[in-house]
Structure formats: C-alpha cells, structure tokens
C-alpha cells in the first residue's frame, strides 16, 4: 500500500502576495504619523540651520567685496600709513614710496580732486625724510590719550564697566565706582554726605572678613578675582551704615576721601591688582603702602603730561597747524579722491 505523503505549506510567499508584506506587518498607521511628526520636527531646524549657514556664508562674502580691496579704504592714521610703509622704514624706502604714490595723485595726472592728497603728500614726506622732524613726530604718537583730568570734579560721574581680565588699565579721569550721591533720600544723609564724601578700601590691606559687605551691602562687594573688599556703588547705603562699615574693618583699610583722592586711588589699585593677576585665597607677600603708589603715580602723570605737549607742540611746529588739523586735512581730501584712485594709491 502505497504511502501518501502530505504536502507541507511552501515558506515563501505565493506570487500575488508582496515579498516584503511580511515584513513591513509592524507599520501601522498611528506610527507612520508617528514617523511622519518626528522627521518634520527633526528636518525642519536642521533646513533652517542650513539656510542660516548659507546666509551667513553669503553675507562673508559680500563682506569681503566691500573690503578694502574693493575700494573702502580706511583713513590713514599715521603718516607711516598715509605713505604705505613699515615706521622702521629708511629714508631712501619712503621717497620711493612718496614718489610712487605721487605718480597717481599728482594733480596733472589725476586733477584738481587730488591736488589736496598730493599737498599732505609732499608734507608727510618733508616730516620724515628729515631726522629731527621725524624723531619729534615718533614721539608724538606715543602720548597717552587720557593724559588730561576730567574737568568736572562734582560728586556724581558717568560710569563704565572695568576692563576683563588681562585687559589694560586705563585712566580716564573719573572715579572706577559707580556713584548714586544725588540718590540718597535726605533721612540717610550726614556731614559725610555734605562734604561730597566717598569710600575707598585698601584692597592690600584687605583680610577678607565680610563685615563691611554685611554693614553695606548696597555699597561694597567682594571681588570675584581677588576676593577682597571693593566699593562697587558710592552712597548705596545709608551714611550710618558706611559709618558701620568703616568702624567694623579690623584692620583700619576703609577711609574717607576726596573725588579727586578716590578717582587715583581707585586706579592705582587696579593697576596694582591687575598687574598681579588672580590672587584668590592668598595673601599679599610683600605689603605695599598704596598712598605711596598714589603719590608717584601722580607724579609720573604730572611729568608725562609736560612732556607730552611739548612733543605735541614740536611736532605740530612743522606741520604749521596741530595734528588734529592735520588728520582732518587729510580726511577731507580723501573724500575728493574718486574710489578706483582712492583704491589704487592707498590700499
């Protein structure tokens, strides 16, 4: 007897049926939304990204077409630049280059509109192919610029945030502290007030001990660098509680002073202090008596500022008008120069 075998189902799919239907069977329509949601709120940011990027990529370079090669060409602060050389350059460097410059600007090449460029040109290098003319005018752009006071020295000033760390100091003839005088209301005010007086403390002389900022906390803060006490905000507080604030100190560094006392002390202090970079939670090894630093800052400003009109005034001797006139000359007759020109000779 003949044995019948069944036949089993065949695995693979039949031919009217899809050979990934099987496989896609978890696809279902609450997660294809799903799906749908997320790459929308996935790809979306990323275009905008994008396009921001392409944005900014194109807005660089429209920059860089308006860049001084393309003719916005900025006004020569120096003579050295008005002339396109290095201020170590010999005397025979810039008469090329003062010869060079005048082959484009000479009036009978260029005209009338840079008859005035080709007349600062001829005193530019008259100032430095002479010795002493140019070791007068070197001197001169070595003068500080806040070399004169503030000539307001009433009890309120304007305000500006100290510099960042590693930053150079700059006086600039106003206390560093802000200053809320004319804030205070007329029941908190004293002698002290009346007298249009300010606290300092000695930051060298500081120990750290927080009774000053608890007294006056409108007033004084410890700094973040150094962690020591510093007037932030004149007349924050109360005069009884400045009063408080300098009778706490354990080690006498908080005073009463002048404006003019304040706005020195304050800057020599941040000379100091920043000369010294971040000292937190160390103290000082060798103390330094700040009214003596005072003192001779004052001193070397004094003899900076006589040494810097007289520079000024030699220098401006040769250009017959003072070197302000001079840079609005030349700012002037930049402007008559047609922008290829321009371009050309000074770019």
């Given at each position: 007897m003949a044995t019948v075998v069944p036949i089993s189902k065949s695995p693979l799919p039949c031919s009217t049926q899809s050979p990934w239907s099987s496989s896609l069977s978890f696809w279902t329509p609450k997660k294809a939304a799903n799906f749908v949601a997320w790459t929308t709120k996935v790809a979306l940011p990323l275009a905008l990204l994008f396009k921001g990027l392409q944005r900014r990529a194109t807005m660089r370079h429209c920059r860089s077409r308006t860049s001084p090669a393309y003719g916005s060409i900025p006004n020569p602060r120096t003579l050295y630049d008005f002339l396109g050389v290095d201020h170590r350059a010999d005397t025979s460097t810039i008469r090329k280059a003062y010869l060079a410059k005048q082959k484009m600007v000479h009036p009978d090449v260029a005209g009338d509109n840079a008859q005035e460029v080709s007349m600062l040109l001829n005193s530019a290098f008259d100032v430095l192919r002479d010795p002493e003319k140019r070791s007068a005018y070197d001197a001169?752009?070595?003068?500080?610029?806040?070399?004169?006071?503030?000539?307001?020295?009433?009890?309120?000033?304007?305000?500006?945030?100290?510099?960042?760390?590693?930053?150079?100091?700059?006086?600039?003839?106003?206390?560093?502290?802000?200053?809320?005088?004319?804030?205070?209301?007329?029941?908190?005010?004293?002698?002290?007030?009346?007298?249009?007086?300010?606290?300092?403390?000695?930051?060298?002389?500081?120990?750290?001990?927080?009774?000053?900022?608890?007294?006056?906390?409108?007033?004084?803060?410890?700094?973040?660098?150094?962690?020591?006490a510093r007037v932030y905000a004149q007349w924050g507080n109360s005069e009884d509680d400045l009063e408080w604030a300098v009778k706490s100190c354990p080690v006498e560094c908080i005073s009463w002073v002048s404006r003019q006392e304040l706005q020195v002390l304050e800057h020599v202090t941040a000379e100091h202090m920043n000369s010294m970079g971040c000292v937190r939670h160390r103290p000082f090894t060798k103390p330094t008596h700040l009214p003596h630093l005072a003192e001779k800052w004052v001193e070397r400003r004094r003899r900076d500022s006589e040494m810097a009109r007289k520079r000024m005034a030699l220098a401006s001797k040769h250009f017959n008008v003072t070197m302000e006139q001079f840079q609005q000359q030349l700012r002037s007759a930049m402007l008559k120069l047609p922008p290829d020109l321009r371009q050309a000779a000074f770019s």
């Open positions: 001169s752009l070595h003068i500080d610029p806040h070399v004169e006071d503030d000539d307001d020295d009433g009890p309120t000033w304007p305000w500006t945030a100290k510099e960042r760390r590693g930053e150079k100091v700059i006086y600039k003839g106003r206390p560093r502290s802000r200053s809320l005088w004319e804030r205070v209301p007329d029941e908190d005010r004293g002698d002290r007030w009346e007298q249009q007086k300010f606290l300092f403390i000695d930051e060298l002389k500081c120990i750290s001990c927080w009774n000053c900022v608890e007294c006056a906390p409108k007033s004084i803060c410890m700094d973040a660098d150094h962690v020591r």
